[in-house]
């Protein structure tokens, strides 16, 4: 089996190669750029492509460990062949190219989900596609996660009750789908079968057995909060919600935890203190969260330090940071000279009645820093500076 740096270096070659082939000219030139840079892009378990039309070129770059990174460069004039290529595929309106529009492609062959979004720029349309569930599907359960003890326990001694909510919080990015889709597939093991399991996600991106799951669809007038009221008549014990966005999924989701359902939802929050926060800022009554909110698990990944990485000086390198070592990237082939490969989550949990900030992420951080796996500069960048410390 290929290494991980081995098979993006193999899928970025690929992509040269294939366009190598064909003249910017050819007809076939946007199917096939289409075709390889989906087909890379699965194979180096990329999260994101975005095609981006400029003045002298179309710009391909894709996000690895969740950093964009610059995969190919191609003549301009393609820009509007291949935008209309992957209109195609994801059933938009080819002439369409004043507004957004958004659809998504199945690949049969590669075994991906692909949603597809357009929007109108200077330069003409630019496309970002969504490879969903590209992620996920090395994490099969808990255990797989890398999560610490302390949250790994409590986690899963929650998942266990019968009632309650359990909100995974972070920014966009950090890893808050994968987390409970790893939950899901945990209650499914744990209980055999005997749990009556529902999903409402927005959108559905990775299939697990043992759940029904379903997907919203506003156009048709089935968004969040309606489908949460009708699924609570279908009898669930155990639902996950994709994201509590809104006041009214919120109250709805928080009533069926207080009432008999086991939910599991992801929300935007820094930390387990300000999800509380910000729910009781949105309008959820105060009583209510701290009744209903069993755990609260925040969540961050880091990227990794590839192993050309080198020791450096703390003072130097440090960037202020109060750690006794650290190690900086250097950059090479394998880890496409950007110094990371792969990334490492960090995490802390929470309760109503213990609720913490950042301090617990950072100092799991802090370790990772001194251990080698990250850098003092990455940790800043996912995590900001420390209240108590400040770059020299």
Same mark, same amino acid.
């Given at each position: ?30 199917? *096939? ?68 529009? *958004? ?21 003409? *349309? ?34 266990? @009750? ?19 889709? @790893? ?7 744990? /209980? ?21 799951? /379903? ?128 990334? /490492? ?25 001194? @251990? ?21």
């Amino acid at each position: 089996m290929k290494s991980l740096d081995e098979s993006r270096s193999g899928a970025a070659g690929d992509v040269q190669e294939a366009l190598q082939r064909l003249s910017p000219s050819d007809p076939g030139f946007a199917t *096939e750029l289409v075709k390889s840079v989906l087909r890379a892009a699965r194979t180096a378990g990329a999260s994101d492509v975005h095609i981006d039309p400029a003045s002298d070129g179309l710009d391909v770059r894709w996000r690895l460990d969740g950093v964009l990174q610059p995969l190919v460069r191609v003549d301009r004039k393609t820009a509007p062949n291949v935008i209309a290529r992957l209109k195609v595929l994801a059933g938009l309106l080819t002439y369409e190219m004043a507004l957004p529009q *958004e659809g998504r492609i199945w690949d049969e062959a590669l075994g991906v989900e692909v949603r597809v979004s357009t929007f109108p720029t200077l330069y003409g *349309e630019r496309a970002v596609l969504r490879l969903l569930g590209a992620s996920y599907q090395n994490f099969a359960s808990l255990q797989q996660l890398g999560l610490p003890a302390g949250v790994l326990k409590g986690l899963e001694r929650e998942l266990a @009750a019968t009632s309650g909510a359990i909100l995974i919080v972070g920014p966009a990015g950090s890893g808050k789908t994968t987390t409970g889709y @790893a939950c899901l597939r945990h209650i499914v093991s744990q /209980s055999s079968g005997g749990r009556s399991i529902a999903s409402l996600e927005d959108p559905v991106e990775v299939a697990v057995p043992g759940v029904a799951q /379903s997907q919203v669809d506003a156009v048709a007038g089935f968004d969040m909060p309606k489908g949460l009221r009708n699924l609570l008549r279908l009898d669930p014990e155990v639902i996950l919600i994709g994201e509590m966005r809104d006041q009214e999924t919120a109250q709805v989701a928080l009533q069926a935890a207080l009432t008999g359902q086991l939910v599991v939802t992801t929300f935007h929050a820094s930390n387990c203190q300000d999800a509380i926060n910000r729910l009781v800022e949105i309008g959820i009554p105060n009583y209510a969260v701290r009744n209903a909110v069993r755990l609260v698990v925040a969540q961050r990944l880091l990227r990794r330090l590839c192993r050309c990485a080198q020791p450096a000086s703390v003072p130097e390198h440090g960037l202020g940071l109060d750690v006794n070592r650290c190690w900086v990237p250097v950059g090479c082939n394998e880890c496409h000279h950007t110094g990371y490969l792969g990334r /490492s989550l960090i995490a802390d949990c929470g309760t109503s009645d213990r609720l913490v900030g950042d301090e617990a992420l950072w100092a799991s951080a802090k370790r990772l820093i001194e @251990a080698g796996t990250t850098s003092p500069a990455e940790a800043i960048r996912i995590l900001g500076l420390p209240k108590d410390e400040s770059l020299p």
